[in-house]
């Protein structure tokens, strides 16, 4: 049976355990695993797993099995070689590695400020349970050679491609590039500071979030790590939408602003296209299998004194919209579905810019001022 691993490698000598992408399992020359490192970190592991009503904690002076939440997982000091194995039975790993790697700088915090911990996993793939890997990657060093990675990585005397790193460090990298399997939800947003920046932070969250029976990770449409150099981009963005299970619409002030120059004969606005498909998709194959969650918010306060977001609403952004339809865009919406064998909704001849906003934002979904305010305004 495959097992998911990765090690805690502790170093006093941060220089030497961060300058190569790939070290030997066994070279732990520059490695330092103080004593009673990890019953203190066990310690901390486990008052985390009662926090978050894990399964019973089962503990030896070397070896522990537990679980943070639903994430069970095993650890091990492994003395001879001065680190730690975790070995984890979910398939998104990464919410117990984050943790951990926290617990550790909360124990070097209390008891030795210059040990580092880095973050290692198998080079080879497909490692069983309790086999030894023969190298180590360092994961942070992976991540951060990523605008490289077109051009190819060296592990030892293996050069692998972006495909082939993706595929192999699957799960411990962001899911990118598209897939055939569809999404959990699709960001649908207008490319800009603010808009741009609260999909990031929803992506980061959602990524590593798991659902059923094999914890398996969030899915998310994200068009800055899906789309792919080369491709029909609202082409794919739409074939993504239809692969998805719904779509979550950044509705903010900015995007709609954006609309009001919107005439009947203007080219297609790729967002308003995207938000025309959602309500097609929703309106052909029923609410109970697309869902429609839109995030809405309006000006973002700038000094002190105003609301650091403000009513969408309130702002009679929507009501000045074009009440006119967008030819080119419902157009491309009604052959994209027609290739499909759907057959666009009654509606789609006379959906306006206006009424798409006006069906949106009277869906169920975020209003961020109220979030904002609930939780103590400002900051």
């Not at 995207?274 to 109970?288: R, Y």
């Not at 810019?353 to 006006?358: A, F, H, N, Y």
Request: proline share 4%; aromatic share 8%.
């Amino acid at each position: 049976e495959d097992s998911l691993s990765f090690f805690l490698v502790f170093s006093i000598d941060a220089e030497a355990l961060s300058r190569d992408l790939v070290c030997g399992f066994r070279d732990e020359g520059s490695r330092f695993l103080p004593i009673g490192f990890f019953s203190r970190l066990l310690g901390k592991a486990v008052a985390w797993s009662q926090a978050t009503r894990g399964k019973r904690p089962v503990l030896s002076k070397h070896r522990a099995s537990m679980s943070f939440g639903i994430h069970k997982f095993e650890m091990e000091e492994l003395v001879s070689m001065r680190c730690v194995r975790v070995k984890v039975e979910s398939r998104n790993p990464k919410n117990i590695m984050t943790r951990l790697e926290y617990l550790c700088g909360v124990v070097i915090g209390e008891c030795m400020p210059n040990l580092r911990c880095f973050l290692m996993v198998p080079g080879e793939p497909g490692l069983k349970t309790n086999q030894e890997p023969q190298s180590l990657v360092n994961l942070s060093k992976l991540i951060a050679r990523k605008p490289m990675w077109e051009d190819g990585v060296w592990f030892g005397d293996e050069c692998l491609d972006e495909h082939q790193i993706q595929k192999r460090f699957e799960a411990w990298l962001p899911s990118s590039g598209l897939r055939t399997e569809g999404y959990d939800v699709f960001f649908s947003y207008r490319q800009g500071k603010t808009d741009s920046s609260i999909v990031e932070m929803l992506c980061d969250s959602l990524t590593w979030q798991s659902l059923g029976e094999r914890q398996r990770r969030v899915e998310v449409f994200w068009d800055r790590i899906r789309l792919q150099s080369g491709k029909m981009f609202d082409q794919s963005f739409m074939e993504a939408m239809f692969k998805s299970c719904g779509v979550a619409p950044i509705v903010s002030l900015d995007a709609l602003e954006r609309m009001l120059a919107i005439r009947s004969d203007s080219a297609i606005d790729n967002v308003l296209l995207e938000w025309v498909l959602a309500l097609e998709i929703q309106e052909v194959v029923g609410h109970d299998k697309f869902f429609i969650l839109p995030i809405m918010f309006g000006r973002i306060g700038q000094g002190i004194g105003e609301d650091p977001i403000g009513n969408l609403f309130a702002s009679g952004v929507i009501d000045a919209l074009p009440d006119l339809v967008p030819q080119a865009t419902v157009e491309r919406v009604r052959v994209f579905l027609e290739d499909k064998g759907l057959p666009p909704s009654s509606k789609l001849p006379g959906r306006t810019v206006r009424s798409v906003v006006q069906h949106l934002t009277k869906s169920m979904g975020l209003l961020a001022w109220d979030l904002v305010s609930r939780h103590g305004g400002g900051g």
